[in-house]
């Protein structure tokens, strides 16, 4: 990928690549604006697919599609509470 005064391609192109570069950084700030609306006896799942939630048809009720090999990821944490 061409990049200005690198002929070889930007030098942070594989680390954006790479989950392990920027994965955690991105997780972080989704726990702390997750927990920022948690009420008392609520229960959050940081990792719906670990609980078996299919997080593409569960989104897509609420009118979010979210794209299969997209552009932009998506992290997505679901915070709820037991009837």
């Not at 594989?14 to 950084?25: A, D, K, M, S």
């Not at 078996?52 to 897509?60: E, L, N, Y």
């Amino acid at each position: 990928m061409p990049y200005p005064g690198h002929p070889k391609g930007c030098p942070k192109f594989p680390g954006c690549r790479n989950l392990l570069y920027w994965q955690g950084g991105v997780r972080s700030r989704l726990k702390k604006k997750t927990y920022a609306k948690y009420r008392q006896g609520d229960i959050v799942l940081e990792i719906p697919e670990a609980h078996g939630i299919d997080v593409f048809k569960t989104m897509a009720l609420f009118g979010i599609e979210l794209e299969r090999n997209p552009d932009v990821v998506r992290k997505v944490m679901i915070i709820g509470r037991k009837e």
